[in-house]
């Protein structure tokens, strides 16, 4: 309601009030003084003031006093509406206006202005013309950043001394963080530059029941870091107090009218150009608009929105008055993972920002062109040929004509409004494909830089066309969504519905395949990943069931998706697809050169025979980093640059291995063993926990299934290699823990196996293995199978190797560790100096396998009371790690605590 009756002046003020409050008593001070009223007239004499209520309860007095439960987006449309009737009514609705909201009210003024602004531009005139006419914000005490949450209703209701029933809805807006907040602040963020804005934040603190006071918003709530050009001031006063003036002489109230005074001096020219700007653009729409026709456009009807991706986009696509440049907007990612129904619901959000926008089909050459071409029995008559409108059912040299007249359409001066939206261009036009439905983008686009356009591809090189998002798999929370709408009930505390999530790496192609399949069959969510557990061939083939009931994928479904992707890269460089599969063996979340460039390890020196193709690929990180960026070009893997690895989506791992031939998928699963089991570390080097730690998962994906595979159809040649890998995946698992420990006996005894009958039981590599069994036996607490293990390895040793080789002498070192545990500890002292004895005229003072020696003497000598012996072993073992290993490496620090203890 306005406050004043003139209707002579330049511009309207706008006061809203905020939570609990009152369009007068907000800003009535105690004396009754009504300062929008009765001060600020004499300071501003051409300003038209008004104030505007709206329910603002969190609480009535009576429980049966029943609340009208509305959200802040219904306050804000209800602003609009309200002031633009009465701006119309005595026709000042051109006027400039500036806003002054307190507290929740700023939160109002912020939802009214972007539904002003999401009106169509150049139409709705009655809703756009807040937003045209707003030259600027005052927000006091607004908790753009949540505040103090639901503490503050609880503080508001102790001030007013009320009980009853809550309002919710609104309660919820006020919370710390909450997403409506944080979405609505992004949002806001991309129309703010519009407006002058000014945040007054509280310096007092606020009174409160009990005799306490406290801040209610605090400035990192009031204000919002970043805005542009805007200014912040102090009011001295709290946060109830700080919207009332009970005179002029009032600092604050001097302090803010002259804030309103200067935004008055400049708010008449900047909103006479808005609607200026307003009718160009009417005028423009007149002559270019077309209505957006979704014939022949995929259908989206089950689309989850994501904001983070929509914010994005909008902010690179947004047509602006004042931008004549081109907008290209480049999605890309792989196939299946939603671009094209976020392309779309990009399109339907935004529609009302654009003159025209079109769908294009870029899968093919041809495709692209009949697209194009239909184009023009849209346009205005007046603006393409006859011919053109009619050239599908013409030849192909009339249809290149009128491809041609449409694009010169985009270009024509003044048509700056126009979307383009270039989907599933996917194929690759280098020579070396020699794709013939392939096609350079460049061809079929507008040739003026203006309009925007969108494109839509799994060819990571087009990113380079303009702006560019990845993107990637939905959250969780979305994929529940998502699977939710199509199973059409809430899946939000199904613990079924996230496992199908999370295995199939929320791939929206693969969750509408998986909600169409059960609807159709009637299968259950548990049924559906047992399915796809133990038959997934079968189940993503399935031609009845597979790809119906998801019109927007077309014929597409799980099983065929990627093939045109593969069959590139096959084409351009089979050594990359050769690489994809054997990745698909492995973990699929940090795939890095290192697992399979380990010249280091001696065991690599026994690889009889790796194919060409192989050593191509990892011969360097070089070559290595090619490969993957062929892949990463068909956007078949991720790069992931925190870890120098690469990343591939669970479906396209499980697509990869599960559509190899059984040679194919004998070569790359032998290929992935070989490769994690020789880069297993000795325990001395400096990486070796780190290194243990990355290999693990890998090799944790090595099921004894697929060791058997190999075990049953390995070559003769290659035995030796399979062998070895066994020994060392037995290493890994023995040192990884006990979680590991049912793997390592596995692997163990497949390694003693497989080299008792190619070697023989004496022969020193089997031998190891069976060192490697005996010590994992001394781990599981499983001493007396351990002693027997290692005795017979002892006597095994010293009969071929000689008393004094190395490897004996590492038998006698575990069979000290069984007699120590064992309390023998005697027998055990024997045998360390044994070991002792040998390493230190044998080996550098600081080689680990001789501070290991010293160190568990140490620990026997303080067993057997001996501690001078002790703290002289412990502290030679202590300088010696340091020395060799760093300070952070665990034997070291295992060592010093030890050293702690004994000299305390």
Request: aromatic share 8%; charged share 25%.
């Amino acid at each position: 309601m306005p406050l004043n009756s003139s209707s002579e002046g330049s511009c309207s003020i706008v006061a809203v009030h905020g939570l609990n409050g009152h369009r007068d008593t907000t800003w009535t001070s105690d004396n009754n003084v009504l300062w929008l009223r009765d001060l600020l007239p004499s300071k501003l004499p051409n300003a038209r003031v008004w104030t505007w209520g709206y329910d603002s309860r969190t609480h009535t007095k009576s429980h049966h006093d029943h609340l009208t439960i509305k959200k802040l987006y219904d306050h804000g449309r209800e602003l609009v509406h309200d002031l633009d009737g009465e701006r119309r009514d005595d026709n000042t609705y051109k006027r400039p206006l500036i806003f002054i909201a307190h507290s929740l009210g700023g939160i109002v003024v912020k939802s009214a202005l972007l539904h002003s602004d999401r009106a169509r531009p150049g139409y709705l005139e009655e809703e756009r013309s807040i937003k045209l006419s707003t030259y600027g914000i005052i927000f006091m005490g607004t908790p753009h950043q949540g505040g103090q949450g639901v503490k503050i209703a609880k503080i508001l209701l102790d001030l007013a001394k009320l009980q009853g029933n809550t309002n919710e809805s609104l309660l919820k807006h006020l919370e710390e963080h909450s997403e409506l907040l944080q979405r609505q602040n992004s949002e806001f963020t991309s129309v703010s530059q519009d407006f002058d804005i000014k945040f007054a934040y509280e310096t007092l603190p606020t009174p409160i029941m009990g005799g306490a006071a406290k801040v209610i918003v605090p400035k990192w709530s009031a204000v919002v870091p970043g805005t542009p050009d805007a200014a912040e001031f102090g009011i001295s006063k709290d946060h109830r107090q700080m919207t009332k003036f009970s005179n002029s002489e009032d600092q604050d109230f001097r302090t803010l009218s002259r804030v309103l005074s200067s935004m008055l001096q400049k708010a008449e020219a900047k909103i006479e150009n808005n609607w200026k700007s307003e009718e160009r653009m009417k005028q423009g729409r007149q002559a270019y608009n077309v209505t957006f026709n979704i014939r022949g456009v995929p259908i989206v009807g089950k689309y989850v929105e994501r904001h983070r991706e929509m914010q994005k986009m909008e902010e690179s696509l947004s047509p602006e008055e004042d931008n004549k440049q081109r907008r290209t907007f480049v999605l890309h990612g792989l196939g299946g993972i939603g671009k094209t129904q976020l392309s779309l619901a990009y399109a339907r959000e935004y529609k009302s920002k654009y003159t025209a926008v079109f769908w294009l089909n870029g899968q093919t050459r041809e495709s692209l062109k009949q697209s194009i071409a239909g184009i023009a029995s849209q346009l205005p008559e007046d603006q393409i040929s006859a011919s053109a409108r009619t050239c599908t059912q013409q030849g192909s040299e009339q249809m290149d004509k009128a491809i041609h007249e449409v694009l010169r359409w985009f270009d024509k001066e003044g048509n700056r409004k126009w979307l383009l939206i270039y989907d599933n261009v996917d194929r690759d036009d280098s020579e070396e494909i020699g794709d013939p439905e392939a096609f350079s983008i460049d061809e079929y686009l507008p040739q003026s830089d203006q309009g925007s356009i969108i494109i839509t591809t799994r060819q990571h090189r087009l990113r380079n066309l303009g702006h560019e998002m990845s993107v990637t798999e939905m959250t969780m929370e979305e994929g529940l969504k998502g699977l939710g709408n199509r199973m059409g009930c809430a899946m939000t505390d199904n613990p079924q519905a996230s496992d199908l999530v999370d295995r199939v790496g929320a791939l929206p192609l693969a969750l509408a395949q998986a909600a169409s399949y059960m609807r159709e069959t009637g299968t259950s969510m548990v049924e559906y990943l047992n399915f796809y557990n133990t038959a997934w061939n079968d189940l993503m083939k399935d031609e009845d069931c597979s790809g119906s009931g998801i019109p927007e994928y077309g014929n597409r479904s799980v099983y065929t998706t990627w093939d045109t992707s593969f069959e590139y890269v096959k084409r351009k460089n089979e050594d990359a697809t050769n690489m994809l599969q054997v990745w698909s063996y492995l973990n699929n979340r940090d795939i890095s050169f290192e697992i399979f460039n380990n010249e280091q390890n001696p065991d690599l020196a026994e690889w009889s025979s790796p194919p060409e193709w192989f050593c191509r690929v990892v011969c360097n990180k070089l070559s290595f980093k090619r490969i993957a960026a062929t892949l990463l070009n068909c956007s078949l893997i991720e790069a992931r640059y925190e870890t120098d690895s690469y990343r591939v989506h669970p479906v396209v791992h499980e697509w990869c291995r599960k559509t190899l031939g059984v040679d194919r998928q004998l070569d790359s699963l032998f290929l992935a063993v070989t490769s994690v089991a020789f880069g297993v570390p000795n325990d001395d080097q400096k990486d070796y926990a780190k290194t243990i730690h990355r290999l693990l998962p890998h090799a944790s994906r090595f099921s004894q299934q697929l060791m058997d595979m190999l075990g049953n159809n390995i070559q003769s040649e290659q035995a030796n290699e399979l062998h070895a890998a066994f020994h060392n995946l037995g290493v890994l698992y023995c040192h990884s823990g006990r979680g590991t420990w049912k793997e390592a006996e596995a692997m163990c005894s497949r390694a003693i196996a497989g080299r008792e009958k190619s070697l023989g039981s004496h022969h020193h590599k089997t031998l190891a293995a069976l060192n490697v069994l005996g010590v994992l036996y001394q781990e599981q607490g499983r001493i007396v199978d351990a002693e027997a293990i290692l005795q017979r390895v002892l006597a095994a040793r010293t009969d071929v190797l000689g008393p004094d080789h190395e490897s004996t002498i590492q038998s006698v070192y575990n069979l000290a560790i069984i007699y120590s545990t064992q309390n023998k500890l005697d027998e055990a002292e024997k045998l360390y100096q044994r070991v002792l004895t040998w390493r230190q005229k044998a080996l550098d003072p600081n080689d680990v396998r001789l501070l290991n020696v010293l160190t568990a003497l140490g620990v026997l000598y303080r067993r057997q009371g001996k501690l001078a012996e002790s703290e002289a072993m412990y502290l030679e073992a202590l300088a010696g790690y340091e020395a060799a290993l760093g300070t952070d490496h665990p034997s070291k620090l295992l060592v010093y605590n030890e050293t702690r203890e004994a000299l305390h």
